[in-house]
């Protein structure tokens, strides 16, 4: 039940806060305002401050209609961000990337997890994560972040998550990456409507039952907007809600861009789920 990332454990036996780290320009949420290293650095301290378990850095946005970037601009924004917080801070990191070259450069300069959110479908990324040997995060999407949110269809949302998450699985173990350092993500806002969102969180206990620890990702996100009517900066409490949510059916790691408030409601979830019904 304790990962271990590149040397640094994530302890899955209670549920951890994954604070977000963007380093994009365009970055959802943050406006770019953590472009410079130090920023980046003081943020991730707050974020271990606020108790995070483990930091997300990124150097692609990801949310609907966001530009490609190239490997070299990618590597360019992530590589001094992750030396930084790995030179002063303990906790694991996360490199969120589907690029293989981004991958190896990063793992290389201290991360301890992939996160990608194209489930290591592009060329050469299964074999590189091979070659890194720390634990992978596999997330679903439908199509690419640039054209996802066009016309999302599923016959069955759930169904359809479960089973290329399962693919995706097998296509790991193919290669040599053991069931016991993979991560799954059935991919909330990518290539979903809101209902489609609604359905997958309310049957996430199915996503649960394969057995291997969840990750969800729900912090600001657009759905919320779509049905609440909210502005992103408004959007913190009924991230909270989904994130209790998630947790109450076995999610073990919440993505959030508000770690303190998120780690209060985690814990308070845990609290719950881990009371002695006899004393
Ligand atoms: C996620 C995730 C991620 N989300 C994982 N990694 C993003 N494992 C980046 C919107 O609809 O859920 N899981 N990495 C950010 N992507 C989005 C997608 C941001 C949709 C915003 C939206 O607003």
Same mark, same amino acid.
């Given at each position: 039940?304790?990962?271990?990332?590149?040397?640094?454990?994530?302890?899955? %036996?209670?549920?951890?806060?994954?604070? @977000?780290?963007?380093?994009?320009?365009?970055?959802? %949420?943050?406006?770019?305002?953590?472009?410079?290293?130090? %920023?980046?650095?003081?943020?991730?301290?707050?974020?271990?401050?606020?108790?995070?378990?483990?930091?997300?850095?990124?150097?692609?946005?990801?949310?609907?209609?966001?530009?490609? *970037?190239?490997?070299?601009?990618? @590597?360019?924004? $992530?590589?001094? =961000? @992750?030396?930084?917080?790995?030179?002063?801070?303990?906790?694991?990191?996360?490199?969120?990337?589907?690029?293989?070259?981004?991958?190896?450069?990063?793992?290389?300069?201290?991360?301890?997890?992939?996160? #990608?959110?194209?489930?290591?479908?592009?060329?050469?990324?299964?074999?590189?994560? =091979? #070659?890194?040997?720390?634990?992978?995060?596999?997330?679903?999407?439908?199509?690419?972040?640039?054209?996802?949110?066009?016309?999302?269809?599923?016959?069955?949302? $759930?169904?359809?998550?479960?089973? /290329?998450?399962?693919?995706?699985?097998?296509?790991?173990?193919?290669?040599?990456?053991?069931?016991?350092?993979?991560?799954? #993500?059935?991919?909330?806002?990518?290539?979903?409507?809101?209902?489609?969102?609604?359905?997958?969180?309310?049957?996430?206990?199915? =996503?649960?039952?394969?057995?291997?620890?969840?990750? @969800?990702?729900? %912090?600001?996100?657009?759905?919320?907007?779509?049905?609440?009517?909210?502005?992103?900066?408004?959007?913190?409490?009924?991230?909270?809600?989904?994130?209790?949510?998630?947790?109450?059916?076995?999610?073990?790691?919440?993505?959030?861009? #508000?770690?303190?408030?998120? *780690?209060?409601?985690?814990?308070?979830?845990?609290?719950?789920?881990?009371?002695?019904? /006899?004393?």
């Amino acid at each position: 039940m304790i990962l271990d990332c590149a040397g640094k454990p994530l302890d899955l %036996s209670h549920p951890q806060v994954m604070g @977000i780290l963007n380093v994009t320009p365009d970055s959802f %949420s943050d406006g770019g305002q953590f472009l410079a290293q130090d %920023s980046a650095l003081a943020q991730a301290k707050q974020m271990v401050t606020d108790g995070a378990g483990i930091i997300d850095v990124g150097g692609e946005s990801t949310r609907p209609g966001a530009a490609i *970037v190239s490997v070299e601009e990618e @590597i360019a924004r $992530v590589l001094p =961000v @992750i030396e930084a917080i790995r030179s002063e801070i303990d906790i694991p990191i996360s490199i969120d990337t589907s690029k293989p070259e981004v991958m190896r450069a990063a793992v290389d300069a201290g991360a301890g997890l992939i996160n #990608d959110v194209r489930a290591l479908q592009v060329e050469g990324a299964l074999q590189a994560a =091979v #070659d890194c040997d720390v634990p992978v995060c596999l997330m679903h999407a439908q199509g690419t972040p640039q054209t996802m949110q066009d016309a999302p269809q599923y016959e069955d949302v $759930v169904t359809e998550v479960i089973s /290329f998450l399962h693919e995706r699985i097998i296509a790991c173990e193919k290669v040599g990456i053991p069931r016991d350092k993979i991560i799954l #993500d059935p991919g909330f806002g990518f290539g979903k409507r809101a209902t489609h969102n609604l359905r997958l969180m309310k049957h996430l206990a199915k =996503v649960i039952e394969i057995n291997l620890p969840v990750l @969800i990702g729900v %912090s600001r996100k657009s759905m919320i907007g779509k049905l609440l009517n909210v502005s992103v900066e408004e959007r913190l409490a009924a991230s909270l809600s989904l994130a209790a949510i998630s947790v109450w059916q076995g999610a073990k790691i919440i993505r959030s861009h #508000d770690v303190r408030e998120t *780690v209060q409601a985690v814990m308070m979830c845990d609290h719950v789920i881990q009371v002695n019904d /006899f004393d």
